[in-house]
């Protein structure tokens, strides 16, 4: 054992001594390598270096001045007297990934509660289509969430071809189209400002006009101005990493003064297979958002008459059995639009496992109200429910367009998913067909006003089975 010690000390001290005459070689090269490298440097005053920083640092300074003086300009147009809905914290659907979502548990009844079956996140969309507007708590009316699908875009389509012969009173008119994210990914990433009055801010006056107006929808898009003041635009946001914008606002119920003071007009015009009359206020919309959607026909922008809703029928309940007749306003069929976030977590896990399939977020289904706590798909059964202390009558299955294959941050429009995911094992639905992916539930308020917030528990009160109607 002693033999083997002193064998080990000189092994190390031999070491030492070669590692000690390795370390003197690299610091008389290094030495000699730094004494030519100076040598080649010419010296720099402290003039030269001092306006060498200021030439680096000075441009984005003034560009970003530039673009909070843009910025500040924009605040200073905030409407008066009016508040912006929205949340205040980052979103709730932040942690929608997590794998406890993915888990159902036991249900809620009115016998026994479960905390995990509760309201998880809730959105409008004032102009359908478009961004939407998240919120912690809302209210409810006869046609859904309030302010939501209160606005559509709409195209002007060319009537088709008729013979060159054919008179006047012959030939197909015009007509306006709405439009969607179907046709025109583009409009996810039109965001929307709902601002609705309030006496407690200072700016408020009861005859204001956006006050009068009963509140303001501010519409930006990306856009960037040629010239000079474009490019600055565009550094400027960079710094705070977004991207330039361009805005333009319009009144969320304008007053018949206010209407014939700006030249708005009421006309005809068609969602699904739908003629409606409504508001357009076409005037507003700067040319620059119709070439960033792609679109080359004339843009219009309608508010639904209120005094005139669409009356909604197929699988919701009937006048008499509700004690009132339900209605919408610019949704696609039904006041208010439900889903389950296991159920999005279930359809994720079964999309192909490549690099191009995206992350399915629960934002791409476009939903007034987004659970947690069920099972996946265990709300395929529900006919009635309650939320908070205000029931709710379960109508029907959603059936799926391709409208989730869009990106709601980015635009983009994914070949196939999730639609191909969801049409191969979701279409459930014997009303849908065999061709349609299910996935969500549209619901009808069984009264005409309640409330909602996030938190709220949810209930189930009745189950039964679902046939879809088609329109």
């Given at each position: 054992t002693a033999l083997f010690v002193l064998l080990f000390l000189v092994f190390i001290s031999t070491m030492a001594a070669l590692i000690g005459q390795y370390r003197e070689l690299a610091e008389e090269q290094f030495y000699i390598y730094r004494t030519q490298l100076l040598d080649q440097i010419p010296e720099i005053s402290t003039t030269t270096y001092v306006l060498t920083i200021l030439a680096i640092c000075i441009p984005?300074?003034?560009?970003?001045?530039?673009?909070?003086?843009?910025?500040?300009?924009?605040?200073?147009?905030?409407?008066?007297?009016?508040?912006?809905?929205?949340?205040?914290?980052?979103?709730?659907?932040?942690?929608?990934?997590?794998?406890?979502?993915?888990?159902?548990?036991?249900?809620?009844?009115?016998?026994?509660?479960?905390?995990?079956w509760r309201l998880k996140s809730m959105w409008i969309y004032p102009v359908k289509s478009c961004r939407g507007v998240e919120l912690n708590r809302g209210t409810v009316i006869a046609s859904?969430?309030?302010?939501?699908?209160?606005?559509?875009?709409?195209?002007?389509?060319?009537?088709?071809?008729?013979?060159?012969?054919?008179?006047?009173?012959?030939?197909?008119?015009?007509?306006?189209?709405?439009?969607?994210?179907?046709?025109?990914?583009?409009l996810a990433k039109v965001r929307t400002e709902m601002w609705m009055p309030d006496q407690s801010v200072d700016t408020y006056a009861a005859h204001a006009e956006d006050v009068e107006s009963g509140g303001v929808i501010v519409l930006s898009f990306p856009y960037q101005q040629p010239g000079w003041r474009g490019t600055v635009a565009k550094w400027g946001a960079a710094v705070k990493g977004t991207v330039p914008e361009k805005h333009f606002r319009v009144p969320f119920d304008p007053s018949p003064i206010q209407i014939e003071k700006a030249g708005y007009s009421y006309e005809e015009m068609t969602i699904w297979k739908e003629k409606v009359t409504a508001l357009n206020l076409e005037i507003e919309i700067p040319e620059e958002l119709r070439y960033y959607l792609g679109i080359s026909n004339k843009?219009?922008?309608?508010?639904?008459?209120?005094?005139?809703?669409?009356?909604?029928?197929?699988?919701?309940?009937?006048?008499?059995?509700?004690?009132?007749?339900?209605?919408?306003?610019?949704?696609?069929?039904?006041?208010?639009?439900?889903?389950?976030?296991?159920?999005?977590?279930?359809?994720?896990?079964k999309m192909p496992k490549n690099k191009t399939t995206p992350r399915l977020s629960a934002a791409r289904f476009r939903a007034n109200l987004i659970i947690t706590g069920p099972e996946a798909y265990s709300e395929d059964t529900w006919r009635r429910i309650k939320i908070g202390f205000y029931e709710y009558d379960v109508s029907c299955r959603t059936a799926r367009c391709k409208m989730p294959n869009v990106d709601q941050n980015t635009g983009d429009r994914h070949p196939s998913e999730p639609d191909r995911t969801l049409r191969s094992?979701?279409?459930?639905?014997?009303?849908?067909?065999?061709?349609?992916?299910?996935?969500?539930?549209?619901?009808?308020?069984?009264?005409?006003?309640?409330?909602?917030?996030?938190?709220?528990?949810?209930?189930?009160?009745?189950?039964?089975?679902?046939?879809?109607?088609?329109?």
């Open positions: 984005p300074i003034i560009l970003l001045v530039f673009y909070e003086r843009e910025q500040a300009r924009l605040r200073a147009e905030q409407p008066k007297g009016c508040r912006k809905l929205g949340m205040k914290i980052e979103s709730n659907l932040l942690n929608e990934f997590d794998k406890k979502f993915s888990e159902g548990r036991p249900p809620s009844t009115e016998e026994t509660s479960a905390e995990w859904g969430m309030e302010y939501d699908r209160q606005f559509t875009f709409a195209q002007l389509k060319s009537p088709s071809s008729a013979p060159q012969t054919a008179s006047d009173k012959a030939k197909p008119a015009h007509k306006w189209e709405f439009i969607t994210q179907r046709q025109f990914p583009l843009l219009g922008l309608f508010r639904i008459d209120n005094s005139r809703l669409r009356e909604v029928h197929r699988n919701a309940p009937t006048k008499q059995e509700l004690g009132y007749q339900p209605v919408t306003g610019f949704q696609d069929a039904y006041p208010l639009h439900l889903v389950n976030l296991a159920s999005i977590r279930d359809v994720e896990a094992f979701r279409a459930v639905d014997e009303g849908a067909g065999p061709l349609t992916g299910c996935l969500g539930m549209q619901l009808v308020p069984c009264s005409k006003e309640s409330a909602l917030r996030v938190g709220d528990e949810v209930t189930v009160l009745e189950m039964g089975e679902h046939v879809y109607i088609p329109q």
